[in-house]
């Protein structure tokens, strides 16, 4: 079946760096990637889609120079927090949609905590 | 997308059947019913979908009543890894379209 791969699973980082996350379709073409992030006992919020060779379409009242999405390859997409700060810690998921299939494919989601 | 209603939290014992409704009284005629769920930590995961029919994968069955306002998931045989949140979903069938998640039930599958 479609499998998405994302890297890392966790992370730690200091306040005011950046940190990318990666996304990537290991079988499968995905010209449409999804960022969602979600907040402890909370839901997914979907943040932007990623489509391959454009700009990435963020949903209202997301930052996109904060949360810079490339999506340079139909297997790739990176979600780079930049200049992170501790209330940009959360649990970063994307997904991707898998033609042969109803339903879209999700990765396993990253940690991140920002220290 | 049409909303959709979930009980927040449900229990169920190991081994009954677990049934989970789901309200969608202002679903339009060409959007379907999808299920996921996400396992504490992970990535949601997709369960079933249906337009009008009952289906019946796997892993779940699916009943969506003939008016169409409202559904119910059905595992039949709950485990402990059953234990998750399980949101339903109401959107067009489409390959590119969002995926917008409502709060999902949380449920307890017990020994």
């Known amino acids: 079946g479609a499998v998405v791969s994302q890297h890392p699973s966790r992370v730690i980082c200091k306040s005011g760096t950046s940190v990318k996350i990666e996304c990537r379709s290991l079988?499968?073409?995905?010209?449409?990637m999804f960022w969602y992030r979600q907040f402890p006992k909370k839901s997914l919020m979907l943040m932007a889609t990623?489509?391959?060779?454009?700009?990435?379409?963020?949903e209202q009242g997301v930052e996109k120079d904060k949360f810079l999405i490339n999506h340079a390859s139909l297997t790739l997409s990176t979600l780079t927090v930049t200049s992170a700060h501790p209330e940009d810690s959360s649990f970063y998921i994307c997904?991707?949609?898998?033609?042969?299939?109803?339903?879209?494919?999700f990765g396993s989601g990253t940690r991140l905590t920002v220290v | 997308d049409a909303k959709t209603t979930q009980p927040p939290s449900m229990d169920c014992a190991e081994g009954r059947a677990a049934n989970l409704p789901c309200n969608h009284s202002?679903?339009?005629?060409?959007?379907?019913v999808y299920w996921y769920r996400q396992i504490h930590s992970q990535g949601p995961q997709y369960i079933i979908h249906?337009?009008?029919n009952n289906e019946t994968n796997e892993m779940a069955s699916l009943i969506i009543t003939e008016d169409r306002k409202s559904s119910t998931l059905i595992l039949p045989h709950a485990t402990l890894r059953d234990t998750a949140v399980y949101y339903c979903?109401?959107?067009?069938?489409?390959?590119?379209?969002?995926?917008?998640f409502g709060q999902g039930t949380t449920l307890q599958v017990k020994p």
């Open positions: 202002t679903i339009s005629g060409n959007e379907y």
């Open positions: 249906g337009l009008k």
């Open positions: 997904s991707a949609v898998y033609r042969g299939e109803d339903g879209y494919t």
């Open positions: 979903i109401v959107r067009v069938r489409s390959n590119t379209g969002k995926l917008i």
């Open positions: 079988d499968f073409q995905a010209t449409t």
């Open positions: 990623s489509n391959e060779g454009s700009k990435a379409t963020y």
